[in-house]
């Protein structure tokens, strides 16, 4: 069979086969976060013929990134292009036989489910606690395994979570973090240990989809002062877990009646800026308009306006906005309102 031809190593790999290979290619992924993990994990997806794999990024490429995102360059980084695209045009090269679908979104409650929802399993590719603790209230709400998976510095840990069966990431972590964590963005990370834990995740992806028994423990490690930890959490569940107990989803809360959500992206001095209501932007007349108040440079998908020569505001098609060059919200709402009119 012609088809099988490009997975013939993996068929030879017996825990797989033929019956893993169909089931493959019959499955599919979603990967939330297309930045150093998420990058070698859907390098290794593709690769192995996922037959159906979506990938959700907020982000453009940019020059920093090129260390350890393994599926950029220069060019993508020239071009300020969304790292969805610029993924889905290194991986159609890859395999062009597979459904391949770029989403250019930040995740948030209003979009979570739409984006997760159908999938046979999720991938955490994210670099931030609420991203994980929405996925997990998706994933228990509507039963879809994920592997969770975070590195920084030299370090990294991951961990298999099958709703039903396993702890949920919030009996693992049962509250957010406060203050500043530790980032790439602060305190750096090699790109061997986001190759390794991407590849540890991608591997615990293809064990549940192809039903081969998962890794039953959190795993940790430290690449560069050689230490491994694995904690079997099997038995962790929490009996009053507010999430795969009592199916109570805080982080899928739509309550709030704020219309606009601010975030400062740890490490970058960046305020991201989220209307709720969405709708989509005419980027063509925008630049029009905004190229009187500074230079514009843009691309089907987004655009990028400096008004002042430390302020760079990228704008994308949906209304979402980063405000590069500030850390200061107040400062980065003058901008919005200044130039976005709202």
């Given at each position: 069979?012609?088809?099988?031809?490009?997975?013939?190593?993996?068929?030879?790999?017996?825990?797989?086969?033929?019956?893993?290979?169909?089931?493959?290619l019959n499955s599919s992924a979603v990967i939330v976060g297309m930045g150093a993990l998420g990058t070698v994990?859907?390098?290794?997806?593709?690769?192995?013929?996922?037959?159906?794999?979506?990938?959700?990024?907020?982000?453009?490429?940019?020059?920093?990134?090129?260390?350890?995102?393994?599926?950029?360059?220069?060019?993508?980084?020239?071009?300020?292009?969304?790292?969805?695209?610029?993924?889905?045009?290194?991986?159609?090269k890859i395999n062009s036989e597979l459904k391949l679908e770029p989403i250019i979104a930040d995740l948030t409650l209003d979009n979570a489910e739409d984006l997760l929802a159908g999938f046979d399993v999720i991938v955490d590719g994210t670099d931030n606690f609420m991203a994980r603790y929405l996925i997990n209230d998706v994933a228990v709400k509507h039963?879809?395994?994920?592997?969770?998976?975070?590195?920084?510095?030299?370090?990294?840990m991951f961990a298999v979570i099958k709703p039903g069966e396993t702890p949920c990431y919030r009996c693992l972590f049962p509250s957010?973090?406060?203050?500043?964590?530790?980032?790439?963005?602060?305190?750096?990370?090699?790109?061997?240990?986001t190759d390794i834990i991407g590849s540890f995740e991608a591997v615990e992806a293809l064990k549940l989809l192809v039903g081969a028994d998962?890794?039953?423990?959190?795993?940790?490690?430290?690449?560069?002062?050689?230490?491994?930890?694995?904690?079997?959490?099997?038995?962790?569940?929490?009996?009053?877990?507010?999430?795969?107990?009592?199916?109570?989803?805080?982080?899928l809360d739509r309550s709030s009646d704020q219309q606009i959500q601010y975030a400062s992206l740890c490490g970058r001095d960046t305020i991201q800026i989220n209307p709720r209501?969405?709708?989509?932007?005419d980027l063509e007349k925008l630049a029009s308009r905004l190229k009187t108040n500074g230079k514009v440079k843009g691309n089907p998908f987004l655009l990028r306006f400096m008004p002042e020569d430390e302020i760079?505001?990228?704008i994308f098609?949906?209304?979402?906005?980063?405000?590069?060059?500030?850390?200061?919200?107040?400062k980065a709402k003058s901008y919005f309102a200044r130039y976005m009119g709202s």
């Open positions: 069979m012609k088809e099988m031809e490009r997975y013939s190593r993996q068929v030879l790999f017996q825990p797989i086969g033929k019956e893993g290979q169909t089931k493959l994990i859907a390098n290794h997806l593709v690769r192995a013929g996922v037959g159906r794999v979506r990938f959700i990024d907020r982000d453009l490429v940019e020059l920093s990134n090129l260390q350890r995102q393994t599926l950029y360059d220069e060019d993508d980084a020239r071009e300020n292009l969304p790292k969805a695209i610029a993924a889905e045009k290194k991986l159609k039963g879809i395994p994920w592997v969770y998976g975070g590195a920084v510095s030299s370090r990294g957010v973090p406060t203050g500043l964590g530790e980032t790439c963005d602060s305190i750096g990370v090699l790109s061997s240990i998962s890794n039953p423990n959190l795993e940790q490690l430290d690449i560069w002062y050689n230490s491994n930890f694995q904690m079997d959490v099997s038995q962790g569940r929490n009996p009053e877990c507010p999430v795969c107990v009592h199916h109570q989803y805080d982080f209501q969405k709708g989509i932007i760079t505001m990228v098609q949906d209304g979402r906005v980063l405000v590069h060059g500030t850390n200061d919200l107040v």
